[in-house]
């Protein structure tokens, strides 16, 4: 469709655009595919240019067109293409990932806090560290172990022995985009069970 487009004159291509939207509010989604199609190169380079790894802006692009097949009854024509509705989504999905992300590292960022800190107390108090530092590790451990076993080995592969995320995700069989979101899951189960509040 995109080979034809470069002949058509921009008000033929837009009527045939209204056409297939009110296609799809009658509830032949079907119709909406070759434009979202039409749209997609650019869509993606804007997801891209956002979050900077494809697999990643690829999801977001689907996740953008699932949204948008989803909402398709409540756009309103406005005698522009629909691409602008279609960005707008899209941008708002790149938004949700990076908050998302940011608060992944945040509960990351105290879990690994927690642990190290069983490694190293503080010089001045020697002994009390020595038993503060006891007392924590058999915590954790315990915690660890109440946890579900594959929770428990996101946790010691990423945050205890600190190896590379996709060094993770190999030693798991699953994808790197699968690993963060079981880390994210586990983090939070980490910390319902070890007491701390999910911020």
Known sequence: MQADNHSVDPQTLLLR????????QGGELAALEPVLAQHAEALFACILGRVGERAQAEDLLKDTFLTALERIRSFAWQDR???????????NKT???????????????SLRGEIQSTVEPAA???LSAEEE??????R???????LHPRYAEVIRLRLCEERPRAECAASLGVSV??????LFRAVRAFRKAYGEPDV
């Open 17 to 24: 655009e209204k056409r297939a939207i009110e296609r799809a």
């Open 81 to 91: 293409s629909i691409y602008h509705w279609l960005r707008q989504i899209a941008l």
């Open 95 to 109: 938004l949700d990932h990076h908050r998302a992300a940011s608060r992944r590292k945040k509960l990351c960022q």
């Open 124 to 126: 001045p108090t020697a």
């Open 133 to 138: 530092r006891r007392i924590a590790g058999e």
């Open 140 to 146: 954790i451990s315990a915690t660890l172990s109440g």
């Open 177 to 182: 985009e699968t690993f963060d979101v079981l």
